[in-house]
């Protein structure tokens, strides 16, 4: 097991948790939204997708709030989600619209870079560096 998830586990509460999750969420959903607006031209289709979005969204609260899955995993998951999406699109676009993109985005942030990012700003240290108290 490595020391990230060590200190990551289902069922255990972490201080940057809510943060974390609402980010990737808001990550995927933000993704999903904007592929269906731009991409899917029926209404109706563009509808149920959108409500499969939501569903998505609600079904990973669900799970991480049962303690059936982490918050580092359901990020991830979230994270992988957009990511694909993300590749969608940019198979969709043009030349030059896909050059932009590459150039500001060429890798999304990893999930630990997140996470200690979020740490820093709020407790001025790595992620895996805080305290159970923190």
Known sequence: ?????????AQEVHPVDDEVLKTALESFEGAA???SADFISD??????YNRNVARV?????SQVKAGNVSVKEAAEFCYE??????????DKTSA???AIAQKKKIISPALEQLLDEKAA?????????????Q
């Open 57 to 61: 969204k609600a079904e990973v609260l």
């Open 81 to 90: 989600a957009r990511n694909k999406i993300m590749a969608e699109v940019r």
């Open 33 to 35: 939204l904007k592929f």
């Open 96 to 98: 030059h619209g896909l």
């Open 1 to 9: 097991m490595d020391s990230f998830y060590r200190y990551y586990l």
């Open 43 to 48: 209404a109706k289709q563009r509808e149920n």
């Open 121 to 133: 700003k709020r407790f001025g240290k790595r992620f895996v560096e805080l305290g159970v108290e």
